[in-house]
């Protein structure tokens, strides 16, 4: 697994780059979606990977217009900006994760949050949107929800998410256990040659 990994790792830059997903090619009318599972074993290695792609993209393709946005920070920062992250951390130290979790439902409804991300990513201003921090972000935020959520806001702006699973272009399972639903409007960015 782990050499397959390196290779799919190493295919991650030009993938991205490749004039196919910056120009939404040969999509016919679907949206330019792209997901990149790896095994949740291999997180760290993934994070490390991903201050990679951020240094290569300029030095590979100078203009090159992209953000990163780490699902989770993007969560905190929204509860931040409304004023509701001490009052959720009180929350859950008074009543626990659950209760938490209930009471975040409404404020961060998968729309809210795309549509906060769409303002704080800009996607008319980049060229490509590369998207982490999937599994930090649940059970708070799930990703087929928020992803069909995203598809009419995101305009013609690529979105390339590092997904802790699996995608089998049928369905997602995070963390390779969880079924989160059947979502198959997304591409593999590399498939994995060993998947079966």
Do not use: C
């Amino acid at each position: 697994m782990k050499a397959s990994l390196d290779q799919r790792l190493n295919r991650v830059i030009d993938r991205i780059l490749s004039k196919e997903l910056l120009s939404n090619a040969g999509l016919g009318n679907e949206i330019g979606f792209y997901i990149f599972d790896y095994d949740p074993a291999e997180e760290m290695k993934v994070r490390g990977f991903l201050r990679i792609v951020e240094e290569q993209l300029p030095k590979r393709k100078p203009g090159i217009r992209f953000v990163h946005i780490n699902l989770f920070s993007l969560i905190v920062e929204y509860l931040q900006d409304r004023k509701l992250l001490d009052r959720a951390f009180e929350l859950q130290k008074a009543k626990g994760s659950e209760e938490l979790l209930k009471a975040l439902k409404g404020p961060l409804h998968e729309l809210k949050i795309a549509k906060y991300l769409v303002e704080k990513a800009k996607p008319e201003q980049q060229d490509v949107i590369l998207m982490s921090g999937v599994g930090s972000a649940w059970p708070i935020l799930r990703s087929h929800t928020l992803l069909n959520s995203l598809h009419p806001l995101m305009e013609d702006t690529p979105l390339v998410v590092f997904y802790p699973g699996k995608y089998d272009g049928q369905g997602l399972r995070l963390f390779g256990k969880l079924k989160e639903s059947n979502y198959y409007r997304a591409f593999q960015l590399v498939p994995d040659p060993t998947a079966a």
